[in-house]
């Protein structure tokens, strides 16, 4: 069983910053990518950022020079710092990762999710 638990989540007013915590845990043989998604009311889920074994990284456009993807790699935790958040922001993030179990004959996916954060950007 893998478990993939956030925080650092929040209520922050407009121009503030917020990091996102996400730690993997359970039996987890290798990790391939980790990465961020986030929905707002009425919108579908979009990824954020994504990182994939410390060499790639993605962000999306509306992120991109205000948000931080980071990874720690012995703790098996991957990070989110969002500075100079906006209203826009507003939405719950959710944690994915590619990975792989340690379980004779398990394969590779990337069908492992986080519980999800509220972030909440207002004045």
């Known amino acids: 069983q893998v478990q993939l638990v956030e925080s650092g989540g929040g209520l922050v007013q407009p121009g503030g910053s917020l990091r996102l915590s996400c730690a993997a845990s359970g039996s987890i043989r290798s990790i391939y990518a980790m990465g961020w998604y986030r929905q707002a009311p009425g919108k579908q889920r979009e990824l954020v950022a994504w990182?994939?074994?410390?060499?790639?990284?993605y962000y999306a456009d509306s992120v991109r020079g205000r948000f931080t993807i980071s990874r720690d790699n012995a703790k098996n935790t991957v990070y989110l710092q969002m500075n100079n958040l906006k209203p826009e922001d507003t939405a719950v993030y959710y944690c994915n990762a590619d990975l792989i179990e340690t379980s004779y004959g398990s394969r590779r996916t990337n069908d492992y999710w986080g519980q999800g954060t509220q972030v909440t950007v207002s004045s």
């Open positions: 990182l994939a074994s410390g060499v790639n990284t």
